[in-house]
């Protein structure tokens, strides 16, 4: 169980370990966060603030291209809400993006595509079949896709992307 010290510490830890990251101070991003990890090692399982670190401390490993400790981090971040959260959870659909983002990166096309398929279920269900949330997930599909030869397909995806893009531009405070 974690005590108000690694609550206080694992928060402090966590915010310098983005501040770091956001400013490209990449060696002290991994150490915050592998102490905000630490904290969170302390705490019940079913809170989050491990998983939480963990996709940070992957997105971290990833933009430094360090792809297999990025790949082990964001697995264990997903193993964590799906046990907590269930399948269609929000969470897992981040996860899901987030690794499958990885697998492209690294040429593993055949382990990206179905992950990206299931960020947009999971989206979709969760939010709708318009939900700007579902942008960057189509964006990032459709290069998996152009990049393997199913220009087809991607030009579909596009082409959704682009018609959630318009929907969202328009004023949300229209009077009726």
């Keep these: 169980m974690g005590s108000p010290t690694n609550e206080s ?9 983005i501040a770091a990251f956001e400013r490209g101070r990449y060696a002290k991003a991994e150490e915050f966060f592998l102490a905000a990890m630490k904290d969170a090692e302390c705490f019940p399982e079913t809170d989050q603030r491990l998983a939480k670190t963990l996709n940070n401390m992957a ?9 297999a400790m990025a ?5 264990r971040s997903l193993a964590i809400h799906e ?5 269609e959870h929000s969470e897992v659909a981040i996860n899901l993006h987030n690794l499958a983002a990885l697998y492209s990166a690294t040429k593993k096309f ?6 990206y398929k299931r960020a947009i279920e999971i989206r979709e269900k969760l939010n709708g079949q318009d939900h ?9 599909y ?9 220009d087809t397909e991607a030009l579909v995806l596009e082409a959704r ?9 328009r004023s949300p405070h229209r009077s009726r």
């Design 9 to 17: 510490n694992w928060q402090e830890s966590f915010d310098q370990g």
């Design 71 to 75: 790949e082990e981090y964001y697995l």
């Design 142 to 150: 459709a290069q998996l896709l152009r990049r393997i030869g199913r």
């Design 59 to 67: 997105a971290l490993c990833h933009t430094q291209g360090k792809y």
């Design 161 to 169: 992307a682009q018609s959630i893009s318009s929907i969202h531009k």
């Design 83 to 87: 046990r907590n959260h269930g399948q």
């Design 110 to 115: 055949e382990q990206a595509e179905p992950l």
């Design 132 to 140: 700007s949330d579902l942008l960057p997930v189509l964006t990032n």
